[in-house]
């Protein structure tokens, strides 16, 4: 697996001294960094982890499939913070990822893993095409379940030798709460992903990994607005530097978090006291004006 540097020394590390930092960032370095790895890095929430982690002074490994974006994010992100970013063209939806991305981190110090990257065609089930179903089972279980193994038990061995924490953060999403129609495929992944993290999490805690899964709403990503036609009602939509930033502050401290006080409302308010029997009609008008797409290589971005 060929990795791109961007900076002339891979084995340096940040130039941003952690002794700079706010309590809070100075005790989250030494807890999971110094390295950190970003699948679907590229734009959008990944491209957030990135710049907060960069800001928090992580060296970064980035990947996705797209090299082009990839390389002018690491360049921006290594001129703008001072700090070691790489690249690695990575496509989630072939199998077995983590021996690709472990041939990379080997006998380096790496700390934490975001898998953000993820499939999501939109249409009904039965008129979608069946290989793009797969294709999101793919990028958004089969992978993120590979490299949860994988990671975790780098982390565990971490923890063992130098009792420093290692942790992974999952994408989950409100959809993956309840049956959502038009995005069925996709809601189904994510409720994958919020359970894998909360039994895994629970698991693994006591052995110096902590994963959690972020249950993200409506972020206003180039994915998402692609996807709106302004003919479902609005849905509250959060930025993805905010929705970064809190849910790198609560890793931990949950297994699973919904970041956004809107967000927080509307599961509060759809999920928690709505009758059952009511939900999918509201979910029905809420996903029904998303433009279709029977393309499964969009996702979080």
């Given at each position: 697996m060929k990795m791109h540097s961007i900076n002339d020394d891979q084995s340096a590390s940040s130039n941003i001294s952690p002794a700079t930092f706010s309590a809070a960032h100075q005790k989250?370095?030494?807890?999971?960094?110094?390295?950190a790895v970003i699948l679907g890095a590229s734009e959008g929430i990944g491209l957030a982890f990135?710049?907060?982690?960069?800001?928090?002074?992580?060296?970064?490994?980035?990947?996705?499939?797209?090299?082009?974006?990839?390389?002018?994010?690491a360049e921006q992100l290594a001129a703008q913070y001072g700090v070691l970013?790489?690249?690695?063209?990575?496509?989630?939806?072939?199998?077995?990822?983590?021996?690709?991305?472990?041939?990379?981190?080997s006998k380096r110090d790496f700390g934490?893993?975001?898998?953000n990257a993820a499939a999501s065609p939109i249409g009904e089930f039965l008129d979608l095409k069946l290989e793009a179903a797969r294709r999101t089972v793919a990028v958004n279980v089969a992978s993120p379940l590979?490299?949860?193994?994988?990671?975790?038990?780098?982390?565990?061995?971490?923890?063992?030798?130098?009792?420093?924490?290692?942790?992974?953060?999952?994408?989950?999403?409100?959809?993956?709460?309840?049956?959502?129609?038009?995005?069925?495929?996709?809601?189904?992944?994510?409720?994958?992903?919020l359970v894998m993290a909360e039994g895994a999490g629970i698991e693994a805690r006591s052995q110096g990994v902590d994963i959690m899964a972020c249950i993200a709403g409506a972020t206003d990503t180039p994915g998402?607005?692609?996807?709106?036609t302004g003919k479902g009602p609005g849905a509250p939509v959060q930025s993805p530097k905010a929705l970064a930033s809190e849910t790198l502050n609560k890793l931990g401290r949950r297994y699973s978090m919904i970041p956004g006080w809107g967000n927080r409302l509307t599961a509060a308010l759809i999920y928690g006291w709505t009758p059952r029997r009511w939900i999918f009609g509201i979910l029905r008008k809420a996903t029904g004006g998303l433009r279709h797409r029977d393309d499964a290589q969009l996702g979080h971005k």
């Open positions: 989250f370095h030494a807890e999971y960094g110094p390295l990135a710049e907060e982690l960069a800001r928090r002074g992580f060296s970064l490994i980035l990947a996705a499939r797209r090299i082009a974006p990839l390389r002018d994010a970013t790489e690249i690695l063209p990575l496509d989630l939806a072939e199998p077995d990822p983590w021996p690709k991305i472990e041939s990379v981190i934490l893993l975001i898998y590979d490299v949860l193994h994988g990671a975790g038990n780098s982390f565990r061995e971490r923890y063992r030798r130098s009792g420093k924490r290692g942790g992974v953060i999952l994408m989950s999403s409100l959809s993956g709460i309840r049956g959502t129609p038009y995005v069925s495929t996709y809601a189904a992944t994510k409720a994958w992903n998402y607005r692609d996807s709106v």
